[in-house]
């Protein structure tokens, strides 16, 4: 009971990795310094009415210039762990042809500087930020871009395969898909739903081949891994219509990624909700579902909040829905199901998102997993909130709400564990505040305050928390 804290639960297993997370666009900013070229989201912060208050990653929280001090502020955190991703544009700036050596020592230094304050280094390939150049050849939609993004898995186990332990192809392809080329809220921006199938299938396949290059490249001990925002769907009542509302949403939101895979095929309700959209069988061709389904060593889990769904209703109820994944756009991401309807839970807090505060939903997702993929081991890559934080007077950050968030999340994390499910660590999303996308700097997730105007960090008191749960590797019990 370290900190004067005793554990309130059984203590985390041993080497359980205790990791905050971030990703290239969101922080590091120096976007056109050493050769990086733009990527489809600094063409989309750049175009006027995308992103709230017109910002963009140009600056960011300036971790390119600042990553030696932030994993100082890492390492007094006390992380084992630290997921960051790989800007594509800064070490390969068209998507083809040879890497920039100034952009892969950015991520050799990073890495050296992790490793020697003893923390592991977690790498992701992709979180979102297409080079620009293969947007233009045509994109996800376009089956060649997953041969590129194998080319650049291969450059970046070349250069830092040698103190990378583990890599996550990508981060939440449902996001690049459906909120990209369906409901456009994310760049590049665009509403066609043949589009968003299109690009979900080719990013399976992106993923996939970039397993098979790094299994070739790597030491034969590098762990791989694809990190999967899994919708935690619930239908809104016990009716049947209702279950068909939420049964679609699990295809076409969690699915169309577990199903190739995991189970090494598409989900046949899948094919048949969106075969007047995409023409499934010109699309996957002969060999694709071995290549998706190379195995992986574990599953990343993103999760923040539970989805409630209802099926169109004849009439107004009055009660309230959820804007969630359509955000400003009349465009809906669920491809071959645009009229289910999205409701916001009952009697739940919020987040400065507008999303409902239920851990019982991760334990629910962790152990769903389990039980449908027994052997499979789980990582939390991803939990956290955003709320309306300011400095007080006395230069503090007091977050209470993200305490309790953090607290009731890693204790449905501690209840999956001692369900049987087979959990290796968690990552708080975010390190930093930082670019929170299509909402700019407008929301907060970091556990350590970043003032832009000066570049100043101050560690919450989620921070301080959080550190406290890791030196204990376990939470708090009552003062
Ligand atoms: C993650 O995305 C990202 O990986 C990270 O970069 C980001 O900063 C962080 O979370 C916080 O947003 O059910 O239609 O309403 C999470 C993206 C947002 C995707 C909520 C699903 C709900 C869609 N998720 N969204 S809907």
Not at 334 to 359: C, N, Q
Not at 361 to 387: D, I, K, S
Request: hydrophobic share 40%; aromatic share 10%; with cysteine.
């Amino acid at each position: 009971a370290a900190a004067g804290h005793t554990a309130a639960t059984a203590p985390f297993p041993t080497g359980f990795a205790w990791g905050a997370a971030t990703a290239a666009y969101q922080v590091e900013g120096a976007a056109a310094e050493d050769g990086r070229t733009p990527s489809i989201w600094d063409t989309f912060a750049h175009t006027p009415g995308r992103v709230r208050n017109g910002d963009t990653g140009d600056i960011a929280a300036d971790h390119y210039h600042r990553f030696r001090d932030d994993v100082a502020l890492m390492r007094e955190l006390g992380l084992t762990a630290y997921r960051f991703s790989i800007s594509w544009t800064r070490v390969q700036p068209t998507g083809r042809g040879p890497a920039v050596e100034r952009g892969l020592d950015f991520y050799r230094r990073l890495t050296d500087e992790l490793l020697a304050a003893g923390i592991t280094p977690v790498a992701t390939l992709y979180h979102w930020d297409l080079p620009q150049d293969l947007e233009d050849a045509g994109g996800w939609p376009t089956r060649a871009t997953a041969e590129r993004f194998a080319d650049y898995a291969a450059i970046m186990a070349g250069a830092i395969g040698d103190r990378v332990p583990m890599w996550t192809t990508m981060n939440e392809p449902w996001c690049s898909a459906f909120l990209g080329y369906g409901s456009g809220v994310h760049a590049p921006g665009r509403t066609d739903p043949a589009a968003s199938l299109r690009a979900a299938h080719h990013l399976n396949l992106a993923h996939g081949r970039a397993v098979e290059v790094l299994r070739d490249t790597l030491p034969s001990d590098a762990r791989l891994s694809l990190t999967l925002n899994l919708h935690q769907v619930r239908p809104l009542t016990s009716g049947a219509a209702d279950a068909e509302a939420a049964r679609r949403i699990d295809a076409v939101g969690n699915r169309v990624f577990t199903g190739p895979v995991l189970d090494g095929a598409y989900p046949e309700d899948l094919l048949a909700d969106t075969a007047r959209v995409v023409d499934w069988g010109e699309l996957v061709r002969d060999g694709d579902l071995a290549t998706i389904s190379h195995p992986i060593d574990l599953l990343g889990v993103n999760y923040y909040t539970p989805t409630v769904v209802s099926a169109p209703e004849a009439e107004d109820t009055g009660r309230e829905r959820f804007h969630g994944g359509h955000g400003a756009s009349d465009h809906s991401p669920w491809t071959g199901s645009e009229d289910v309807v999205f409701h916001l839970p009952e009697r739940l807090g919020r987040t400065a998102m507008d999303w409902a505060i239920d851990p019982d939903g991760l334990y629910e997702l962790l152990m769903g997993l389990h039980r449908e993929h027994p052997g499979l081991p789980l990582m939390v890559t991803e939990n956290g909130a955003a709320f309306d934080d300011y400095v007080s007077p006395e230069g503090r950050v007091d977050d209470p709400e993200r305490i309790a968030y953090l607290h009731g999340h890693l204790a449905a994390v501690r209840r999956a564990l001692d369900a049987g499910a087979d959990v290796r660590g968690y990552f708080l999303w975010s390190l930093l505040d930082n670019f929170e996308w299509a909402y700019g700097y407008s929301k907060r997730f970091g556990a350590v305050y970043v003032d832009y105007a000066t570049q100043r960090r101050i560690p919450k008191a989620s921070a301080h928390w959080y550190a406290d749960v890791i030196r204990a590797n376990g939470l708090p019990g009552p003062a």
